[in-house]
T-cell receptor
Framework: DAGVIQSPRHEVTEMGQEVTLRCKPI?????LFWYRQTMMRGLELLIY????????DSGMPEDRFSAKMPNASFSTLKIQPSEPRDSAVYFC????????????FGPGTRLTVL | GDSVTQMEGPVTLSEEAFLTINCTYT??????LFWYVQYPGEGLQLLLK?????DKGSNKGFEATYRKETTSFHLEKGSVQVSDSAVYFC???????????FGSGTKLNVKP
């Protein structure tokens, strides 16, 4: 398996623009997680899905952020409009519901909002 | 609520030195405990895990023992290498849940 795939790897955009980050989880995994990593706040869980259904979105910072998982092999994280403080590395991770669960992380998308 | 606290870094060591990175946790149930490692420019990778009290997880010369009495899961390695330079994250997951709680990460710098 290719592991968790994220695209793009780097994104530079201007304030106010819409940004869409993409993730393909490992085949067969039924949990998908979106994290944000910054120097100031460390690793933050934004939202996670189970069987394509959002379970906990309490980490989503504000209404400008939205995430979808239309099927088991694809998820998006959208920021609209983007702001400079959204600059961070965004990670997608997936796991399957075994004991114990183990999360597998993608390489991340480095977002820079100018 | 559940949480993980790990020692602040950076930790700077010379090659072949002994490493300890402290991690303590708070959990409502009986969690599984994990150490993840993040190399520069990469995502987090599972390093080792332990699922119950007194279990020892080990991998690549790293070890950590699940201590329920002290709610700790300290990471150790007897002789670090330059290639071990990375950020190390302690994490927990409660039984039957897939939500992970990560510590703030500890950066390790190993000098030749």
């Amino acid at each position: 398996d290719a592991g968790v795939i994220q695209s793009p790897r780097h994104e530079v955009t201007e304030m106010g623009q819409e940004v869409t980050l993409r993730c393909k989880p490992i085949s067969g995994h039924d949990y998908l997680f979106w994290y944000r990593q910054t120097m100031m706040r460390g690793l933050e869980l934004l939202i996670y899905f189970n069987n394509n259904v959002p379970i906990d979105d309490s980490g989503m910072p504000e209404d400008r952020f939205s995430a979808k998982m239309p099927n088991a092999s694809f998820s998006t994280l959208k920021i609209q409009p983007s702001e400079p403080r959204d600059s961070a590395v965004y990670f997608c991770a997936s796991s399957w519901g075994t004991e114990p669960p183990t999360e597998y992380f993608g390489p991340g998308t480095r977002l820079t909002v100018l | 609520g559940d949480s993980v606290t790990q020692m602040e870094g950076p930790v700077t060591l010379s090659e072949e030195a002994f490493l300890t990175i402290n991690c303590t946790y708070t959990a409502t149930g009986y969690p599984s405990l994990f150490w993840y490692v993040q190399y520069p420019g990469e995502g987090l990778q599972l390093l080792l895990k332990a699922t119950k009290a007194d279990d020892k997880g080990s991998n690549k010369g790293f070890e950590a023992t699940y201590r329920k009495e002290t709610t700790s899961f300290h990471l150790e390695k007897g002789s670090v290498q330059v290639s071990d330079s990375a950020v190390y994250f302690c994490a927990l997951s409660e039984d039957n849940f897939n939500k992970f709680y990560f510590g703030s990460g500890t950066k390790l710098n190993v000098k030749p």
